[in-house]
């Protein structure tokens, strides 16, 4: 397994909109090889927490649909990239899907 957290000097709002975007691209076939991902809002931005399956899959993900989820989304990617600490998980749980949107 592979793991990051990214902490991102960007709007909430950024998150929202390329969540939405990755999610048009992938449609119902999911992203393979991932199997946490966690958002949530600072007081700096946003910090990202992923689990994949291994890197290669979250390298293949970032190379085809991450581009072009960033360009139907139109948030600009320019600027120094935000700050990443990858780490190796020992554990993961994930008994369903939660999505704070949704209805309760």
Same mark, same amino acid.
């Given at each position: 397994?592979?793991?990051?957290?990214?902490?991102?000097?960007?709007?909430?709002?950024?998150?929202?909109?390329?969540?939405?975007? =990755?999610?048009? =691209?992938?449609?119902?076939?999911? =992203?393979?090889?991932?199997?946490?991902?966690?958002?949530?809002?600072?007081?700096?931005?946003?910090?990202?927490?992923?689990?994949?399956?291994?890197?290669?899959?979250?390298?293949?993900?970032?190379?085809?649909?991450?581009?072009?989820?960033?360009?139907?989304?139109? =948030?600009?990617?320019?600027?120094?990239?935000?700050?990443?600490?990858?780490?190796?998980?020992?554990?993961?749980?994930?008994?369903?899907?939660?999505?704070?949107?949704?209805?309760?």
């Amino acid at each position: 397994m592979y793991g990051y957290t990214m902490h991102v000097p960007a709007p909430a709002d950024a998150y929202r909109a390329l969540h939405r975007a =990755v999610l048009d =691209v992938v449609g119902d076939d999911g =992203v393979e090889g991932l199997i946490l991902h966690l958002a949530y809002e600072t007081d700096a931005g946003f910090d990202l927490t992923e689990v994949w399956e291994s890197k290669d899959q979250l390298d293949a993900f970032n190379a085809t649909v991450f581009p072009q989820a960033a360009a139907r989304a139109g =948030v600009p990617m320019e600027g120094p990239p935000p700050e990443t600490v990858e780490f190796e998980p020992i554990g993961v749980m994930t008994p369903r899907v939660f999505d704070s949107d949704a209805p309760a």
